[in-house]
C-alpha cells in the first residue's frame, strides 16, 4: 500500500475590507458588502472551498492567503486545502507549467509514466480530500497540480471550477502536449476560469468560461507602506545597500556579487522573481551589461526565493545556478554591476519585507517573463508608483498600457529593454509620471474588492446554472 497523503487546510486570516476603504473609497467597500449579503443568500450555509498545490511561494499561494481572509470576514464559509506531493511529482507538474506556458521545460515526456506518477501522487492525496469535501460544496481547484483531483471531487457531487493561472496567448506543441494530458481531467468541470479569455484552449465551452484577472492586496507586508528610513533599514539587514546607517534585524540574503554593496543613492535596477526559466533572469542580465552604458551608476539586482523555498518548483537550483555561470562570464567591470540574491523563505513576512523594500527602492523595475498569466511582480511595483519595464506576453499585456502605466517590451528584445531601462534612468519625471499612473491604474483594477466581485458573479451563476461569460 503507497502511503498516503494528507491535504493540509491552511489557516487563514480574518480581514475586514473596509480597510480598503481609505484606498479605494466608501462606496466601492459599501459595494462589496452589498455584494457579499447577497453571496450569503444564494450560498445558503455552502462553503467555498480552495485547494492548490503550495502554501507559500508564487503567485497563487500570495493571492489566496488575502483574499480568502476577507471572503471569511464576509462570513462565506471557505478554506483553503493543499496537497502533498513528492519530488517526481513536482518535476511532472512543472513540466505541464511551463507546457502551458509555451515552453519545454525540462524536455522530458508527458507519456503514460509521467501520468502514472501524476496520478498515483493525486490518488494517495484523494481520500483525505475526500474526507472534507461535501456533496454542496463548490470547490475552486487551482492550477494544474491538483487539477486531477476534479473527477473525483465532480463524483463526490461538489460543483467544481477549475482555475489556471497560466497560459499564452494562441498555441505551439508544447502548450499543446501539456492541453492534452491536462484536458481529461478538468473538461467536465463546471466553470473555469482563465486570467484572460486567450489562454482557454478551444475545447473549453465558452459558457462555462470565466475571465477574471488577479488582484494584490495592499496591507501585506508585500504591499504594505515602508518609509525611505524602513526601506533603507530593511535592505541593510538583507544586505542589499551598504551598511552604513540603521539596519533591520532580518536574515541576510545570500548575494552574489563584486566590488562595494551599492550605496542608498545608488540607482537599483531591480527584478524579482522565482528561479524559473520563463521568468528569463539571464535576459534581463544580458540586457543590462550590454544596453546600460558602464557609465551609468545604476546597478542590477537579480533576486528571487533562496532555491529550496518553493516546494512545488523543481528547477529553481539548475535556474540559479545558470544565472550565476553567466555572471561568473562576465568581465571583473561587469560583475561588479550586477548583484544575483536568494532572499531566505524562512520567515515568508521577513522575506515579503524584503522583496517590498526592494520593489520600493528601486530605480526601475523589470519583469522580462517569456510568458505570464498575470505577473503579481509588475502590479505590486506599479502599486508603489515604480516605473516598470516589462514583457507584452499574457496578463502583463493587460497591466500595463505602454507608455502611460509602465512600459512594454516584447519578450524577445533584449536591445530594446536596456534602451527602456536607460530612459528611464536618464529621465526622472517620465519614470515619476509612468509610477503615478501605475499606482492609479492598480487601483482602479487589481484589488481585491474588485476580484471578489468577479467571483461573486460567477459563483451566482455557476450556482444558478447559467452560463458564467
Ligand atoms: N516572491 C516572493 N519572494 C521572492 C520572490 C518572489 O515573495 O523572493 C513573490 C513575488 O513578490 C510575487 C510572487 O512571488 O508576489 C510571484 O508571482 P508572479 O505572478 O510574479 O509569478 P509566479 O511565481 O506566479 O510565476
Redesign the pocket.
Known sequence: MPQRYEVIQVPLPDLDPRRLAPLVGEERVGGLEEEAARVRGFLDGRRVLNLSSTAH????A?ILHTLLGYVRHMGIETAWLVIEGDPDFFQVTKRIHNGLYGGPGDGLALDAAARGTYEGVLARNSASLLAVVRPDDVVVVHDPQPAGLVPSLLDAGARVVWRC??GIDGENAWSTRAWSFIRPYVEHAHGFVFSRASFAPPWVPRDRLAVIA?S?DPFTP?NADLDADDTLALLRGAGFVAANGPSRDVRPAHVVGEGATPGPDEPLVVQ???W?R??DMPGVLEAFVEGVPASSPARLVL???TVD?VDDDPEARAVWEETVEIWRSLSAQERSRVRLAL?P?DD?QE??L??NAL?RHAAVVV?KSLA???????A?AMWKSRPVVASAVGGIADQIEDGESGLLIEPDDLAGLGERITRLLENPLEAERLGANARRRVTSRFLPDRHLLEYAELLEHLLAGRPLA
Open positions: 511561494g508564487g503567485g497563487v500570495e493561472h497560466v488577479p494584490i508585500k524579482v522573481s522565482r524559473d520563463m521568468k533576486a528571487g526565493p523555498g532572499i523563505m515568508l522575506n515579503a524584503v522583496v520593489q519583469q505570464e498569466g498575470f505577473g503579481l511582480t509588475v505590486e
